[in-house]
């Protein structure tokens, strides 16, 4: 007898009138390219949703050594708050029962005294945990191409997930850049370290339409990148308006008298805000860079290290026909890549030798 194939049953789409404020504060946080060091408070509900966030960063709550590493970055957060500026950490904090509990009271949950000296302590956590990231990666027996490795199946595993659920995604690429291209960008950026160049690792995501682009956003921050560590300054955003976006929505309006800062903060943005000197004219994209943490295997670390290290990966968001567009006349790669080597050769050459044909840069 035939059997009809299972039904598989996808979650909805995660559309604007099923946002939480987190998801907002989020979403804002990346398209204006913010930073968390910024924000007044969390927006954790209960100790599921901590850990939930705890796993994304690649901790397991329930792991002994993972909770000696967070409680080692707590104790030192709460002693440079103490030494540095004398802050009188209240016990509740420094020693929590369960490290969740200091998220929840960031948040909010809990005696509302604590919430402000919460957010202090997690905000020196963050840099702490970064400081010390970097110099494990620094230590640790894998190369740079191991890593980028790592954070791509790591990609690539969250972007499979979003299929999986329905997202309509209708193309998903990476790319490393190679030793050629590095040198081009930094011979082209005023800052030639090669600390500025953040998008070793990118990715492009391409939607079916304009409305699935910040539905895939808030997944992918369900499921891959941890907000407070989205690179800031480094969004470029000629796709959407927040607050145009919140305008247009009776449910995002009713969210918005409890966002950290009022809507006014994006029109500042707006005119202090740069783009990309070689892209056209019409361009446009969401763009902006995460330093996604990587969990390194224990045999390429020290007993005594943490496991937990970085790598800066570009994501571009943006749909069907924008990316189309992105292709055509002024916006081509091609053109891109051209007017970028032009920079490049003229400031290589400035007052000495030119490459035949090409013309002297202006003075």
């Known amino acids: 007898m035939y059997a009809a194939p299972p039904v598989i049953v996808h979650p ?49 709550p329930d792991d002994p050594f993972d909770r000696a590493r967070l409680q080692r970055i707590l104790d030192e957060a709460v002693d440079y708050l103490r030494t540095t500026f004398r802050y009188a ?27 402000r000296i919460a957010c202090l302590v997690l905000k020196v956590m963050h840099v702490v945990h970064h400081v010390e990231a970097r110099g494990l990666l620094h230590r640790a027996r894998v190369s740079e191409e191991e890593l980028c490795q790592m954070v791509t199946q790591r990609v690539d595993s969250a972007i499979a997930q979003l299929r999986r659920e329905g997202l309509p995604i209708i193309a998903a690429a990476g790319s490393v850049k190679t030793r050629h291209s590095v ?8 800052e030639t370290l090669a600390a500025q160049i953040y998008d070793r690792v990118r990715y492009l995501v391409v939607t079916a339409d304009r409305e699935h ?11 891959l990148i ?15 308006s927040f607050r145009k976006l919140v305008r247009e929505s009776a449910q995002l309006r009713a969210l918005a008298p409890e966002l950290q800062v009022g809507l006014h903060l994006e029109e500042h943005d707006r005119k202090n805000g740069g783009t990309n000197e070689f892209s056209g004219n019409s361009y446009r994209v969401l763009n902006f860079v995460v330093d996604l943490p990587v969990r390194l295997p224990d045999h390429v670390v020290e007993a005594g290290d943490g496991r937990i290290a970085f790598c800066m990966v570009e994501l571009q968001l943006v749909d069907r026909d924008t990316s189309a567009g992105n292709e055509k006349g002024e916006n081509a790669h091609s053109r891109y890549k051209k007017r970028q080597l032009r920079t490049v050769l003229r400031r290589l050459s400035r007052g000495l030798v030119l490459p035949k044909g090409m013309k002297p840069a202006p003075r």
Request: charged share 25%.
């Open 12 to 60: 909805p789409i995660p559309l604007p009138d099923r946002w939480s404020l987190g998801d907002l504060e989020r979403l804002r946080l990346i398209l204006r390219g913010g930073s968390v060091i910024e924000w007044r408070r969390l927006h954790f509900r209960d100790k599921a949703e901590v850990d939930r966030y705890l796993r994304l960063c690649l901790f397991e």
């Open 89 to 115: 950490v209240a016990e509740e904090v420094a020693n929590p029962q369960q490290l969740q509990d200091l998220f929840l009271l960031a948040s909010g949950v809990g005696d509302p005294k604590l919430r």
């Open 213 to 223: 682009v910040l539905p895939v956003l808030v997944r992918l921050c369900d499921l």
């Open 183 to 190: 040198i081009t960008k930094l011979l082209a950026k005023k």
């Open 226 to 240: 941890p907000f407070n560590f989205v690179v800031p300054g480094q969004s470029q955003n000629t796709l959407f």
